[in-house]
């Protein structure tokens, strides 16, 4: 398997961000750690080697950023105010610099793939949503998607715009709404140990979803599936493999 480890000056979070790449050739994935993940977790918990096959088949490549968590979401001596803020240089980040290096290492200028699990999976669907023209598909794992689980009731336009469950709602953009309807929407959850809080957010996104019109599949997983990385290992590539089988990789 091709493996690069590579790095890039952020402008937008004026630091060095770090980023792997596992795969030769096909669509482009990028996947966002679990809280405060690092960019090599993805492989260290087995991710990689679960989706080994599609890599080796040239079907795709994953790409595995940073976190910067710990500096935004997760960062309880800030304001949420600053927490949001970080976040959002955060998405510049990947969306400004980090996609256009993509493009150019890989010389794929078509949409790419987001994932991520627990953490991760809020981050894959919320910059799937915020960004329908970059990705068209995202695989959300064991997520929490009301980013009023990390300080209440507090709101300002950054949250508000960071909140699927909330913005969702009131999403009356058609063309954000053709983008979703065209797109593949993944959204997936044990109901296994520690699964609580994925559950009952994942159960909103199935409610606007469907009040939205917008075809996505929310699949709930069995109570002896935890959310643990021994379940996403055989969660991702079940995936993959459904939209290989659809022509959509």
């Not at 080796?56 to 997760?74: A, C, H, I, K, R």
């Not at 105010?81 to 970080?86: F, K, P, S, V, W």
């Not at 910059?127 to 009731?153: E, K, M, Q, T, W």
Request: aromatic fraction near 16%; hydrophobic fraction near 35%; glycine fraction near 8%.
């Amino acid at each position: 398997m091709h493996v690069e480890y590579s790095s890039q000056w952020s402008g937008h979070l004026n630091r060095e961000m770090r980023f792997n790449r596992y795969g030769h050739a096909g669509k482009p994935i990028i996947v966002f750690p679990s809280s405060g993940g690092s960019h090599n977790e993805y492989a260290d918990f087995g991710m990689i080697e679960a989706c080994q096959w599609f890599i080796d088949q040239g079907l795709v490549q994953f790409y595995t950023p940073d976190s910067m968590d710990n500096e935004s979401w997760l960062c309880e001596w800030k304001s949420p105010y600053d927490r949001a803020n970080m976040h959002e240089r955060y998405d510049r980040y990947i969306i400004e610099e980090l996609v256009p290096h993509i493009k150019h290492q890989t010389n794929h200028q078509g949409p790419m793939i987001t994932t991520g699990c627990s953490m991760g999976g809020y981050h894959s669907l919320n910059f799937y949503l915020r960004h329908p023209d970059v990705f068209d598909s995202v695989i959300a794992l064991s997520g929490l998607y009301d980013v009023r689980y990390f300080f209440g009731n507090y709101h300002d336009r950054n949250v508000y715009e960071n909140s699927p469950i909330d913005y969702l709602w009131n999403l009356n953009d058609g063309w954000f709404l053709d983008k979703y309807r065209s797109g593949n929407i993944i959204v997936a959850t044990g109901q296994g140990n520690w699964e609580e809080v994925s559950i009952r957010d994942t159960r909103k996104i199935e409610e606007v979803m469907r009040f939205k019109n917008i075809p996505a599949w929310i699949d709930f997983w069995g109570e002896n599936v935890h959310h643990d990385w021994e379940w996403w290992r055989v969660q991702m590539p079940y995936f993959l493999g459904k939209l290989n089988e659809q022509g959509k990789l």
